[in-house]
């Protein structure tokens, strides 16, 4: 059981370069998200997916596109990479069902420069 | 405003003693759930604790507990008897809306612990 899978771990991007970064979660889980994480700060939440065929903005969307055609893979895309896009990046899942224990597992994380 | 405040960037506290880190929250909503993750410097996220608005009591999670004060609106997690393993970066974070909801967590900044010898 690899619960939440990440590719790559690393990557170095040229200004403009596109990219895809594939989450991948083995646990049937219904919500998806990508969050990232810059020095000094907590996560923020990037898009988000509440099922297979489903995404939303979250809060520091732009620059940023996802998609979720399988259940279990949650792919974040980036047009043309920008320096303020080096980050880490943090995908995410849980259950999506309403219960109190119902929390979010994450990933191992991607580390992302962009030059 | 902040929704979730960390007021220690970084604490350094002896091997043994017990430890209590600041969490205190900002929200309207009747229901949220607030969270406790784990960042050792390997990276990854790990999930300590988790208390619900309409819980009654404190969360505990083996060494783990999670004085809750809901009308302060303070979400403090408390390490009993810590050791050397707990040094990483803890970080407070809040679900807003029923447990069911689909909404992302929001985090604090979080707090660098360091366990001395």
């Known amino acids: 059981n690899a619960g939440v899978t990440q590719t790559p771990k690393f990557r170095v991007l040229k200004t403009g370069q596109s990219m895809t970064l594939l989450c991948a979660q083995d646990m049937n889980h219904e919500y998806m998200y990508w969050y990232r994480q810059d020095p000094g700060m907590g996560l923020r939440l990037i898009h988000y997916s509440v099922g297979e065929g489903t995404t939303a903005k979250g809060e520091v969307p732009d620059g940023y596109n996802v998609s979720r055609l399988k259940k279990q893979n949650f792919l974040l895309g980036l047009e043309s990479a920008a320096p303020s896009q080096t980050s880490v990046y943090f995908c995410?899942?849980?259950?999506?069902?309403?219960?109190?224990?119902?929390?979010?597992?994450f990933g191992p994380g991607t580390r992302l420069t962009v030059l | 405003a902040q929704k979730i405040t960390q007021t220690q960037p970084g604490m350094f506290v002896q091997e043994k003693e017990a430890v209590t880190l600041d969490c205190t929250y900002d929200?309207?909503?009747?229901?949220?759930?607030l969270f406790w993750y784990k960042q050792p410097s390997s990276g990854e996220m790990i999930f300590l604790i988790y208390q619900g608005s309409y819980d009654q009591q404190n969360a505990t999670e083996g060494r783990y507990s999670l004085n809750f004060q809901k009308a302060r609106k303070s979400a403090n997690l408390v390490i009993s008897a810590s050791q050397l393993g707990d040094s990483a970066m803890y970080f407070c974070a809040m679900r807003e809306g029923p447990g069911g909801g689909a909404d992302g967590l929001t985090f604090g900044k979080g707090t660098h612990l360091i366990i001395q010898p």
């Open positions: 995410a899942s849980r259950l999506g069902v309403a219960t109190s224990t119902d929390t979010q597992y």
């Open positions: 929200t309207s909503d009747p229901s949220y759930g």
